[in-house]
């Protein structure tokens, strides 16, 4: 939708119908898991009217697509026409495979409560981290020193940068 967004000019809108006891939406991808490696979901959700009992939870399952079970971020109210900040972490169960991330609206939600939904992060088994990097730095000369025998980073990076630029060698 186009008529609220947190982040960017789009977010998605999600519209209850019917008169269900909880109404909740997943995403369509499945984030690969390995159990006991936590996975941590962040989103940012609107409610122009504000809603009393909403939680951002992380569905498990296993390889064959199974449910096995929920971590759950907690239920709490989100203010009328504000945007707000919702987090859970949690590990895999033993079986888990893989995990979907999404808002649940509890307590019999009204038909036509609508919920905008944007910048859902899901953080698995990888790291996030910040670097300032000043003028001039670079990996053999500030790095590699310390990195013990290696020739070049041994890590994966995804990288986005604010200002500046990165080249690659």
């Known amino acids: 939708s186009t008529a609220?967004?947190?982040?960017?000019?789009?977010s998605g809108?999600?519209?209850?119908?019917?008169?269900?006891?909880q109404a909740y939406v997943r995403g369509t991808g499945l984030l690969a898991v390995t159990a006991g490696i936590p996975v941590t979901a962040t989103g940012w959700f609107y409610s122009a009217a504000g809603y009393a009992s909403l939680q951002i939870v992380?569905?498990?399952f296993s390889a064959t697509g199974s449910y096995i079970s929920?971590?759950?971020g907690g239920t709490s109210a989100i203010g009328a026409a504000t945007w707000?900040?919702?987090s859970v972490t949690g590990s895999p169960p033993a079986n888990a495979a893989t995990a979907s991330v999404?808002?649940?609206?509890?307590?019999?939600?009204p038909t036509g409560t609508a919920l905008f939904i944007d910048d859902i992060?899901?953080?698995g088994d990888s790291m996030v981290a910040r670097s300032i990097l000043n003028p001039g730095w670079s990996w053999d000369e500030h790095v590699k020193?310390?990195?013990e025998g290696a020739e070049s980073c041994p890590e994966t990076h995804h990288e986005y940068v604010i200002s500046g630029s990165i080249r690659y060698l």
């Open 58 to 60: 992380i569905d498990w």
């Open 102 to 109: 999404g808002p649940t609206l509890s307590s019999s939600p």
């Open 145 to 147: 020193p310390y990195a």
């Open 4 to 10: 609220q967004a947190h982040g960017g000019t789009k």
């Open 84 to 86: 707000t900040q919702r």
């Open 70 to 72: 929920t971590t759950s």
């Open 13 to 21: 809108l999600f519209t209850v119908t019917g008169s269900p006891t």
């Open 121 to 123: 992060s899901i953080i």
